[in-house]
């Protein structure tokens, strides 16, 4: 068609090749925007009721487990994360609790020497080490472990008192290699709180209908429960722990599975500045790991995982939308321009508008709208970072999460916009 225009002199070879592919560029730019917000969703619901797998957990099941809790400069923390331990519901004879310490400067390892000595728990462990970041202080601790199960956790994190338990059965299915529970946000007094309350919302119920259909590459490094010789080491340069592990259970024949009962929670940041760098640096780790075993991506012998979950995954992780918003948003004008639209399409182009500003009154669509918003802006900066190498295991630790989970941080008031009542 173009060698027709050509032919009368009207357009360049080059142009018309170009104008040629526009309508594929359109639909290309439209998937992107629709997989992963609306047809990936809608798909995995589809597909995980028509297959998806409950898993055989079974009650009273009590394996030996090893809870891992890497520290650096946790002192205000760790001694509530080890008497949340002590609480658990769990025979706490077959709970061994290994502290990795990297070399804390204010004092970490001190507190847990005290706790030892007050018998808190019956076998607690401290390994003192330099800093070499999170993953190679758990694999310092996986080398010392006993327990069939080993539980990674964070120092500011908190469990459900049944939690363990829970987690624990999902083992006496002999499909299941790791689980994950259910991620709370306790406190969402802030806006950037609100934003991840609401993006735990969404993630928590996405990953559950990946793990019922296959197996879900997102577990949280807060409660990372895994099957001890699945995996013995992790790799010491990545900055996603958590996605380490379970891209590793995948490939060795298991599922990572998401046991909602089992809840856990753990503070976030309280202004969007802070918000920003870490959740940049938990995205980099994402491509990371997602490029690192991409070999599993469209595989059919990794069944659902490899053929819809991980390419869906890696996709969501890809800053493309943007630009194709971009893209659609150019070409609407342009064919305006030349008034070349359709009255339909003018009418369809006004109508959206005019919805969207409609639904925008509402306080959910305005937060789901800052949560789309700034999470495409966290994968773009990630995607640069990760491309130029900016990223490092010994990352900078949140400070108000610090404070916030030590009860001083409420009047703080940083990154309060509460006026927006989102
Ligand atoms: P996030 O949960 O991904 O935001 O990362 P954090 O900065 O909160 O760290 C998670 C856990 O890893 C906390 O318990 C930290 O103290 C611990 N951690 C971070 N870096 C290191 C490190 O270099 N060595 C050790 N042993 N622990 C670390
Ligand atoms: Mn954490």
Redesign the pocket.
């Given at each position: 068609m173009s060698s027709k225009r050509n032919s009368k002199g009207r357009r360049h070879p080059i142009g018309g090749l170009l104008s040629g592919l526009r309508p594929l560029a359109c639909s290309l730019s439209l998937f992107s925007l629709l997989w992963p917000t609306v047809l990936y969703p809608l798909t995995l619901a589809a597909l995980s009721r028509r297959f998806g797998k409950r898993t055989a957990a079974r009650s009273g099941y009590e394996p030996s487990v090893t809870i891992i809790v890497p520290t650096y400069n946790e002192a205000s923390l760790i001694r509530q994360r080890l008497a949340d331990i002590a609480a658990y519901e769990y025979d706490l004879a077959r709970v061994e609790v290994i502290v990795v310490d990297s070399g804390s400067s204010d004092g970490t390892a001190d507190v847990v020497e005290t706790v030892q000595r007050e018998g808190l728990l019956p076998r607690l462990v401290l390994i003192r080490e330099e800093r070499r970041g999170k993953a190679a202080a758990i694999n310092v601790a996986l080398g010392r472990a006993s327990g069939d199960i080993v539980v990674a956790t964070?120092a500011?994190?908190l469990f459900d008192p049944q939690a363990l338990a829970r987690l624990a059965a999902n083992f006496a299915d002999p499909s299941v290699g790791a689980v994950t529970g259910d991620f709370r946000i306790p406190d969402q007094s802030t806006l950037s709180q609100r934003e991840e309350g609401l993006f735990w919302t969404i993630r928590n119920r996405l990953r559950r209908l990946e793990a019922e259909l296959d197996s879900t590459p997102f577990l949280s490094?807060?409660m990372c429960c895994f099957r001890r010789d699945l995996v013995p080491l992790l790799d010491e340069d990545t900055v996603a722990d958590d996605m380490n592990i379970a891209l590793r259970v995948r490939p060795a024949g298991y599922r990572v599975v998401v046991d909602s009962v089992a809840s856990f929670s753990?503070p976030r940041a309280t202004s969007f500045r802070e918000l920003n760098v870490s959740k940049t640096r938990r995205a980099v780790g994402g491509i990371q790991e997602l490029f690192r075993f991409r070999r599993m991506i469209f595989r059919p012998r990794y069944g659902w995982f490899g053929m819809l979950i991980l390419p869906s995954d890696l996709l969501y992780y890809l800053p493309v939308r943007p630009f194709a918003l971009a893209f659609l948003g150019s070409e609407v004008l342009r064919r305006l321009a030349k008034r070349r639209a359709s009255p339909l399409s003018a009418i369809a182009v006004a109508a959206a508008a005019l919805g969207i500003h409609r639904a925008a009154r509402s306080p959910a669509v305005r937060r789901a709208m800052l949560v789309a918003l700034f999470n495409e802006w966290i994968f773009l900066r990630a995607f640069v970072n990760w491309v130029r190498g900016h990223y490092s295991v010994a990352w900078t630790q949140e400070q108000s999460t610090r404070r916030l989970a030590d009860g001083a941080a409420a009047d703080s008031g940083q990154g309060r916009t509460d006026e927006w009542a989102l």
């Amino acid at each position: 068609m173009s060698s027709k225009r050509n032919s009368k002199g009207r357009r360049h070879p080059i142009g018309g090749l170009l104008s040629g592919l526009r309508p594929l560029a359109c639909s290309l730019s439209l998937f992107s925007l629709l997989w992963p917000t609306v047809l990936y969703p809608l798909t995995l619901a589809a597909l995980s009721r028509r297959f998806g797998k409950r898993t055989a957990a079974r009650s009273g099941y009590e394996p030996s487990v090893t809870i891992i809790v890497p520290t650096y400069n946790e002192a205000s923390l760790i001694r509530q994360r080890l008497a949340d331990i002590a609480a658990y519901e769990y025979d706490l004879a077959r709970v061994e609790v290994i502290v990795v310490d990297s070399g804390s400067s204010d004092g970490t390892a001190d507190v847990v020497e005290t706790v030892q000595r007050e018998g808190l728990l019956p076998r607690l462990v401290l390994i003192r080490e330099e800093r070499r970041g999170k993953a190679a202080a758990i694999n310092v601790a996986l080398g010392r472990a006993s327990g069939d199960i080993v539980v990674a956790t964070d120092a500011p994190t908190l469990f459900d008192p049944q939690a363990l338990a829970r987690l624990a059965a999902n083992f006496a299915d002999p499909s299941v290699g790791a689980v994950t529970g259910d991620f709370r946000i306790p406190d969402q007094s802030t806006l950037s709180q609100r934003e991840e309350g609401l993006f735990w919302t969404i993630r928590n119920r996405l990953r559950r209908l990946e793990a019922e259909l296959d197996s879900t590459p997102f577990l949280s490094g807060e409660m990372c429960c895994f099957r001890r010789d699945l995996v013995p080491l992790l790799d010491e340069d990545t900055v996603a722990d958590d996605m380490n592990i379970a891209l590793r259970v995948r490939p060795a024949g298991y599922r990572v599975v998401v046991d909602s009962v089992a809840s856990f929670s753990e503070p976030r940041a309280t202004s969007f500045r802070e918000l920003n760098v870490s959740k940049t640096r938990r995205a980099v780790g994402g491509i990371q790991e997602l490029f690192r075993f991409r070999r599993m991506i469209f595989r059919p012998r990794y069944g659902w995982f490899g053929m819809l979950i991980l390419p869906s995954d890696l996709l969501y992780y890809l800053p493309v939308r943007p630009f194709a918003l971009a893209f659609l948003g150019s070409e609407v004008l342009r064919r305006l321009a030349k008034r070349r639209a359709s009255p339909l399409s003018a009418i369809a182009v006004a109508a959206a508008a005019l919805g969207i500003h409609r639904a925008a009154r509402s306080p959910a669509v305005r937060r789901a709208m800052l949560v789309a918003l700034f999470n495409e802006w966290i994968f773009l900066r990630a995607f640069v970072n990760w491309v130029r190498g900016h990223y490092s295991v010994a990352w900078t630790q949140e400070q108000s999460t610090r404070r916030l989970a030590d009860g001083a941080a409420a009047d703080s008031g940083q990154g309060r916009t509460d006026e927006w009542a989102l």
